[in-house]
């Protein structure tokens, strides 16, 4: 794994998004490994591992996540800018050896992926939409925005991870050190001892003053032509059961998975799970 960074550009100036590299950096088929709403590129590194025999695999930490910069202008976070972040990360790594690209998207991330696969003269040959589909529920939203935006700072990292295991259990059943993996990748410590999180309270301002309500993204789903696997937690809020099977006979008419016992989001940690994905983007 190698680190690297990316300058992009925003309304208010310029800014930095890392990303981490796995694989050889010659090999044409690169898997782009997009992260949810509050959390980072760490999260894929599981998937990471595995996919890197066959793909060279770049998992970014989006504007005011992980290590990247946080934006000056609050109200620039959006899939508009993420979208446009990725399309300079994709400008890069084409310039340093010609590619195809593939797409592995967990909630956020697989809306930024909709949306660029939609798009005409899409440089996106496979999709991996991870718990997010046409439609987001309002319900889901209300869910998010009740911990978004939070700045809790706590006298030791194990009190962090109890609140991670409490607010994330939707992710399923996940070991120990697996917890302490997500945990550690989505936390910083202050110079006064305590913990917090490593993202930007201020990713949660463009959900002020918003009337919570469905978020149809069929716009985009219809538009999408290539191949498209769909992941689904069978307990998920967001990705609701009908939305997900509609998505089998209408746009790309996805490929639908489920993981029983998994909410929002299947976390691509266990062999399972990560063995779904490679098949697919390995299929010919």
């Known amino acids: 794994m190698q680190a690297h960074k990316v300058q992009c550009l925003s309304p208010a100036g310029f800014h930095d998004m890392r990303y ?18 509050s959390r980072n590129g760490r999260d894929f590194d599981a998937l990471a591992q595995t996919l890197q025999r066959d793909f060279r695999v770049v ?11 946080w934006l000056t202008d609050k109200a620039d976070y959006g899939t508009a800018q993420y979208a446009a972040d990725i399309t300079t990360l994709i400008a890069r790594l084409d310039a340093t050896h010609p590619c195809e690209i593939f797409w592995v998207g967990t909630s956020m991330g697989g809306i ?11 440089p ?7 718990d997010v589909g046409g439609v987001v529920p309002k319900a889901a939203i209300g869910r998010i925005v009740m911990y978004l935006g939070k700045d809790p700072r706590f006298n030791t990292f194990k009190e ?8 994330s259990a939707p992710f399923g059943p996940l070991t120990d050190a697996q917890w302490e ?3 550690r990748h989505n936390s910083k410590q202050y110079p006064d001892g305590t913990w917090g999180f490593n993202y930007d309270p201020g990713i949660a301002e463009p959900f002020k003053n918003v009337a919570l309500a469905d978020v149809p993204l069929w716009q985009y789903y219809d538009a999408i032509i290539c191949p498209t696997l769909l992941l689904r937690g ?6 609701l059961k009908d939305t997900a099977l509609d998505m089998t006979q209408r746009g790309p008419r996805a490929r639908l998975v489920q993981f029983a016992g998994v909410g929002h989001a299947p976390m691509l940690m ?9 098949d697919f983007l390995l299929a010919q």
């Open 112 to 122: 930024v992926g909709m949306m660029l696969a939609a798009l005409p003269n899409t």
């Open 160 to 167: 962090l991870e109890e609140l991670v295991r409490f607010i």
């Open 181 to 183: 993996h997500l945990t």
């Open 234 to 239: 069978m307990d998920s809020d967001l990705l």
């Open 20 to 37: 981490v590299e796995w694989g050889s950096r010659d090999n044409p088929r690169v898997v782009i490994c997009v992260h949810g709403l």
């Open 124 to 130: 996106i040959r496979r999709l991996v939409l991870n």
């Open 59 to 69: 998992c970014p930490d989006i504007a005011g996540r992980g290590k990247s910069d």
């Open 270 to 278: 266990s062999e399972d799970q990560i063995q779904v994905v490679r």
